[in-house]
């Protein structure tokens, strides 16, 4: 979810611009989408690749590819040594995105996923190093439950969009499945006793978590 906020403006225009490649992303999914909002973007982008380049993780697995974006920033993060497990439901988004990793020159490095990730997780090989949520905010907890296995011990995972514009902690009962999902994610994590996490309140909020047992 991209906030089209002064707030969300000042800090991009204080971010290191997007390069060529990134740019034709970014176009591209404006051009092309139903929901361009869902891209991450320049400030959220480069935070991915930054967390990639200080953890040097070897494998990476995401949730919800989308255009990709986050995708060539991870994985440009990660290298020469990481490799990307990413998993997109919508199958109309392959021919773009094997295009895209492709010309980025990311294509040895990144495996795509066409599928449901809840079908998925359970057929990969466990040992993941680092894990990113990004997916149906519907589907958060069961994405938890289902990497939270896969991730080694002293790895992390990262969600997005865990204040989810705010509605996680405004007054009332949440009458929506999305928040009401969202909620039970960040209840799972703060409560389970595998891990330690921190909120960052970055844009709609950024749930990191460390596996320590
Ligand atoms: C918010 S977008 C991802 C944005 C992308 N990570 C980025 O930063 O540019 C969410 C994506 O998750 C995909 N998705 C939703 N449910 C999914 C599922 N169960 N398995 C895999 N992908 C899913 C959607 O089709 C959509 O493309």
Redesign the pocket.
């Given at each position: 979810?991209r906030l089209n906020t002064d707030f969300e403006h000042y800090i991009e225009s204080h971010t290191t611009p997007e390069d060529e490649v990134l740019q034709q992303i970014h176009r591209h999914t404006y051009l092309t989408t139903y929901n361009p909002r869902?891209?991450?973007g320049p400030s959220q982008g480069k935070f991915l690749e930054f967390i990639c380049n200080m953890l040097s993780p070897r494998r990476i697995l995401?949730?919800?590819?989308?255009?990709g974006?986050?995708t060539v920033c991870m994985a440009r993060g990660a290298m020469p040594h990481g490799h990307i497990d990413t998993?997109?439901?919508?199958d109309e988004?392959e021919g773009h995105l094997r295009r895209t990793f492709t010309e980025a020159g990311l294509s040895d490095c990144i495996t795509l996923h066409i599928g449901?990730?809840?079908a998925l997780l359970p057929t990969l090989k466990p040992g993941y190093d680092f894990v990113y949520i990004?997916?149906?905010k519907r589907?958060y907890p069961a994405y938890f439950d289902l990497s939270l296995p896969l991730l080694r011990c002293g790895g992390y995972m990262l969600a997005d969009n865990v204040l989810w514009g705010g509605k996680v902690y405004a007054p009332g009962a949440p009458d929506d499945a999305h928040t009401q999902a969202v909620m039970e994610f960040n209840r799972m994590v703060a409560e389970h006793p595998e891990v330690e996490n921190t909120l960052i309140p970055s844009r709609d909020g950024l749930m990191l978590v460390r596996k320590i047992l």
């Open positions: 979810m869902m891209i991450s995401e949730i919800g590819t989308f255009t974006y986050s998993i997109e439901v919508n988004l449901d990730a809840k990004d997916g149906d589907d």
